[in-house]
């Protein structure tokens, strides 16, 4: 059995039936994924869009669930919608618009979560509560049809406090059960919150998460070129 096999066995046996695992492959090749897909592996996370369309591209035979996780600029929407599965990384209504917009061009509704900024660091992306009330009450966000809110997700600091990570998984959980009573009560989709990773997924499991987003304790350090 690979490293990779050996990583994915002992994660995928720890993690309650309703938690699903992103297998966060940015950097690292297409012979990794395979060996992952192998062993079945289905959902893949990428950060970048060139990265994730040239391994989409590479890797389009296989039934793989892509998901982008990563910031993501509108003019790179238009490149990902026929094939993606799930964006992670929503944080302004100006995407949603362009998201909506290429994926009605491609007959198709893009799943997509919102990420809420919890973190202490300033130089992640996401939103806060008011500022996506203010997306979810607007009349362009009510006009939107091919785009479905599923969720929420959101990044802890980079941080060894883990009292201090526990504390923002826990923030970001009640802000998905505020969301869910006052705007998606009677949608079963909203129902995901993607947040942990490889050094605190274990607590994020304990707080609620429903996705976790693996990259290093699957695949290694991560390899720049």
Request: net charge neutral.
């Amino acid at each position: 059995m690979s490293f990779i096999e050996d990583n994915i066995y002992n994660l995928t046996r720890k993690l309650p039936k309703n938690v699903n695992l992103v297998a966060v492959s940015k950097t690292h090749p297409v012979e990794m994924i395979k060996t992952a897909y192998s062993c079945g592996q289905r959902i893949f996370g990428e950060n970048k869009v060139q990265e994730l369309v040239s391994k989409y591209e590479e890797l389009k035979q296989l039934n793989i669930k892509w998901h982008l996780i990563g910031h993501l600029q509108t003019n790179k929407v238009k490149y990902i919608v026929s094939f993606i599965d799930l964006i992670h990384s929503i944080d302004n209504l100006k995407l949603l618009k362009e998201i909506d917009k290429q994926a009605k061009k491609n007959s198709k509704t893009i799943n997509c979560l919102l990420q809420f900024h919890i973190a202490t660091e300033e130089t992640k992306f996401g939103l806060n509560y008011s500022e996506a009330e203010e997306i979810l009450t607007s009349t362009d966000y009510k006009e939107l049809k091919n785009i479905n809110i599923c969720g929420v997700m959101g990044m802890a600091s980079f941080t060894d406090n883990m009292d201090l990570v526990r504390k923002e998984f826990r923030n970001l959980k009640q802000i998905f059960e505020q969301l869910k009573k006052e705007y998606f009560a009677t949608n079963f989709d909203f129902c995901e919150i993607s947040m942990g990773m490889s050094s605190d997924w274990h607590i994020a499991v304990e707080e609620g998460s429903t996705m976790i987003r693996v990259g290093s304790n699957i695949f290694g350090n991560r390899i720049y070129i």
